[in-house]
């Protein structure tokens, strides 16, 4: 402070007083930030006692990422802090929606490793308004269905527009941009087309789109939701697609192979709550004519049900109705993955009804079944640590699995059983389950589900809605380790006659359980083949299965 008793202040004294630096105090000053109250006789800028504390409000507002020009006029009075900070806040929005959106398209980019000469494109994408991104999604829609007559599947599928909040997450910016790009191709486009001329030719026999955009049992794709089959009441198409959901999911958890008896009932329940949907709409028409829907179950109904669920499983309009949901911030519909496959091939190994006969599910004594088991995969085992790993690219006499590819699905086998007698069955059928050490993986897996088979008691309990024994569960698994041990033996070369003292008992398990099933496409198994005179129970069980044992 000067030593004139003036109380004013140099710049340097300043300086030291607020922790500022002189460079930083003089170009406030000069910006009508901190006017000097005096100058000395040299010219030297001197300050007021209340230059710190002016100092201390400038910094705070510019630590808060405010303006200079807007922190002159809050210390001019021109403006309060309050109506400042509301201004500024407004703008700091602002950037972070701009940051958002750059962030969600780098990441895009990176995900999508798209080229240099996107990336304008993609920008673009991000920022277009509301209405410019319906104008994409209409003009999909209408080139899609140009010249197909159905009016309720397009007005619904124009009613599904990108509604993208007014601060949208990077997660809802990229979902646009993939969105933006998928309806780009013509595979959806001939998707989205296929399913709208079965609607129009059944009078919306396939899931249409509400006015909310979803189907009406959530996507029109058999991947994620069966196809809603048009009936009158909208709800009780919905309710039966829920049904079909929950009774296949209950099955792939129970165990129950889509062409073994025990899935018969299934399907009959199944099309007796499906069949008064399909009141009020047609047949696809045929050389005589457009006929009426099936009123009973039948082979007409389960081929018109199976007709549906093909003709709507679309995995690119699963995707596009996903990333519409991602979009808006909607939940996607549940899932139908797992049902749905399970559903289509029970429907393809059971296409007419039939009473089920329970004695498939007699004669599971649970101590010879655990005793097959150990046998079977002793054997099996035993094949597998002999394999080497220029082996693992060798065919076997499964269509177009390798090796390696037959090895994992062993593996899956004893993963799949271990997981349902704990009671929480998996769904990652598609994942590798080998790794980098097949041996090890198989050894695993057996120990693991026969530790289970014993620890939580599946071969004395029933599973499913209707109580199929656990120990014909475990039976199946025996079936199918000795037939894909047979598999594996004949690609390595090595001698087929396994566990022959088990292997008498599961040819004969294999009859019981799967002599009456149809031998489809979309089976477990190919029909059966003639087995030379002579050949041990193994190769007796392989040709029953499909196999070409001469």
């Avoid at 710049?11 to 003089?26: N, W």
């Avoid at 009804?353 to 088991?373: I, M």
């Avoid at 475990?474 to 087929?496: C, I, K, M, N, S």
Wanted: charged share 25%; net charge negative; with cysteine.
């Amino acid at each position: 402070m000067n030593e004139d008793g003036t109380g004013l202040l140099t710049i340097g004294e300043l300086a030291a007083l607020t922790g500022l630096p002189v460079k930083t105090i003089r170009s406030w000053s000069d910006q009508d930030l901190l006017p000097p109250a005096a100058r000395t006789p040299a010219g030297y800028r001197l300050y007021g006692p209340d230059a710190p504390a002016r100092l201390e409000i400038v910094r705070s507002l510019r630590e808060l990422g405010i303006g200079l020009a807007a922190i002159r006029s809050v210390l001019h009075r021109e403006l309060t802090v309050a109506e400042t900070a509301a201004q500024w806040a407004d703008a700091l929005d602002a950037q972070i929606r701009t940051l958002r959106l750059q962030s969600a398209v780098l990441r895009s980019v990176a995900a999508r490793g798209s080229a240099a000469e996107e990336l304008p494109y993609m920008t673009e994408l991000a920022r277009l308004s509301a209405r410019e991104r319906r104008l994409i999604i209409t003009d999909f829609v209408e080139d899609a269905l140009d010249g197909v007559d159905a009016p309720a599947y397009r007005s619904g599928l124009l009613a599904a527009t990108p509604e993208l909040p007014d601060d949208p997450t990077p997660e809802q910016i990229g979902a646009w941009l993939e969105l933006a790009a998928l309806v780009r191709e013509p595979e959806l486009r001939a998707a989205l087309r296929r399913l709208a001329e079965y609607s129009a030719r059944t009078a919306g026999a396939v899931g249409e789109p509400d006015a909310r955009g979803e189907s009406q049992a959530g996507e029109p794709d058999a991947t994620s939701e069966p196809p809603a089959p048009g009936a009158p009441d909208e709800q009780a198409a919905i309710r039966v697609a829920e049904l079909m959901r929950v009774r296949g999911e209950e099955a792939v958890a129970a165990g129950i192979a889509p062409d073994s008896p025990a899935a018969e009932p299934v399907i009959a329940e199944l099309v007796a709550a499906w069949l008064p949907t399909q009141t009020g709409t047609a047949d696809p028409p045929t050389q005589t004519g457009t006929a009426d829907p099936p009123t009973e179950d039948g082979p007409a109904a389960r081929a018109r049900l199976l007709e549906q669920l093909e003709t709507a499983a679309e995995p690119l309009v699963e995707r596009y109705w996903q990333l519409l949901c991602a979009v808006t911030g909607r939940p996607a519909p549940p899932r139908w993955d797992t049902a749905g496959t399970w559903t289509t091939a029970a429907l393809r190994a059971h296409p007419g009804p039939y009473e089920l006969d329970r004695s498939a599910f007699d004669g599971t004594d649970p101590d010879r079944v655990l005793r097959a088991y150990e046998e079977v995969t002793r054997d099996v085992a035993a094949l597998v640590a002999a394999v080497r790993p220029e082996d693992l690219a060798l065919p076997t006499p499964c269509a177009g699995w390798t090796v390696r590819q037959l090895l994992d699905h062993m593996v899956w086998e004893n993963l799949m059983a271990t997981s349902i007698a704990e009671g929480s069955p998996r769904a990652d059928h598609t994942a590798d389950h080998l790794g980098d050490d097949h041996r090890a993986a198989f050894a695993d897996s057996v120990r693991a589900a026969r530790t289970a088979f014993i620890g939580s008691g599946m071969l004395h309990r029933t599973y499913g809605p209707y109580e199929a024994p656990g120990a014909m569960i475990v039976q199946q698994v025996v079936v199918e380790l000795l037939a894909h041990g047979w598999d594996l033996a004949r690609a390595t070369g090595a001698p087929t006659g396994l566990a022959p003292e088990a292997a008498e008992e599961t040819l004969a398990a294999a009859y019981r359980i799967y002599g009456a099933a149809p031998r489809t496409e979309g089976s477990s198994f190919a029909p059966e083949r003639p087995a030379p005179p002579g050949v041990s129970a193994t190769d007796r069980l392989a040709a029953f299965l499909g196999r070409d044992v001469a």
